[in-house]
T-cell receptor
Framework: DGGITQSPKYLFRKEGQNVTLSCEQN?????MYWYRQDPGQGLRLIYY???????QKGDIAEGYSVSREKKESFPLTVTSAQKNPTAFYLC?????????????FGPGTRLLVL | AQSVTQLDSQVPVFEEAPVELRCNYS??????LFWYVQYPNQGLQLLLK??????LVKGINGFEAEFNKSQTSFHLRKPSVHISDTAEYFC???????????FGPGTSLSVIP
């Protein structure tokens, strides 16, 4: 079955620690996205990538980093510079970054700070 | 900057009753509009989208939405809800350019048996 997988489902971070969230898709989509979801605020775009080896900052990129070495993978690292990382993180992909393209979402990773 | 407003943060409704979830967008230009549903602890799933043409759009699970350009609205409706419709619903908009999608804050629909 084609789709997007995110792991782990829950992730705990200690103070000063970097953690990496995994996102993999087998839909052969060019574009991939990372969103952060906080209660009552909807989704906010962290980073997006339109093609391998290229990515762009979204609205709230500070404290985060990404890589896109393979078409099917777009991992997100939450660095120690992100002072309020507790949130639900959603990865999405679309066939290309066209204005009408539907985004397909993964099941999410909930990040909690110890 | 473009924004998407969902006036109701929570909507309780009895099973088999009709429901309307409101969405308004701020834009002086044409937009593309979407409704997504999120079940607890899951990702988002597309319900329906308006690109052009007929202003009444039908989606999955019996939902439909009507695009009203003069009122800059895209309200979601269902004539009879089920318990399984309990979820968070997000309205989203995209300008007619290669721009990022803007999501509303979401409306939590609770269907009461």
């Amino acid at each position: 079955d084609g789709g997007i997988t995110q792991s782990p489902k829950y992730l705990f971070r200690k103070e000063g620690q970097n953690v990496t969230l995994s996102c993999e898709q087998n839909l052969n989509h060019d574009a991939m996205y990372w969103y952060r979801q906080d209660p009552g605020q909807g989704l906010r775009l962290i980073y997006y990538s339109q093609i391998v080896n290229d990515f762009q900052k979204g609205d709230i990129a500070e404290g985060y980093s990404v890589s896109r070495e393979k078409k099917e993978s777009f991992p997100l690292t939450v660095t120690s510079a992100q002072k309020n990382p507790t949130a639900f993180y959603l990865c999405a992909s679309s066939m290309n970054r066209g204005r009408t393209e539907t985004q397909y979402f993964g099941p999410g990773t909930r990040l909690l700070v110890l | 900057a473009q924004s998407v407003t969902q006036l109701d943060s929570q909507v309780p409704v009895f099973e088999e009753a009709p429901v309307e979830l409101r969405c308004n967008y701020s834009s002086s230009v044409s937009v593309y509009l979407f409704w997504y549903v999120q079940y607890p602890n899951q990702g988002l799933q597309l319900l329906l989208k308006y690109l052009s043409g007929s202003t009444l759009v039908k989606g999955i699970n019996g939902f439909e939405a009507e695009f009203n350009k003069s009122q800059t609205s895209f309200h979601l409706r269902k004539p009879s809800v089920h318990i399984s419709d309990t979820a968070e619903y997000f309205c989203a908009a995209l300008k007619t350019s290669y721009d990022k999608v803007i999501f509303g804050p979401g409306t939590s629909l609770s269907v009461i048996p």
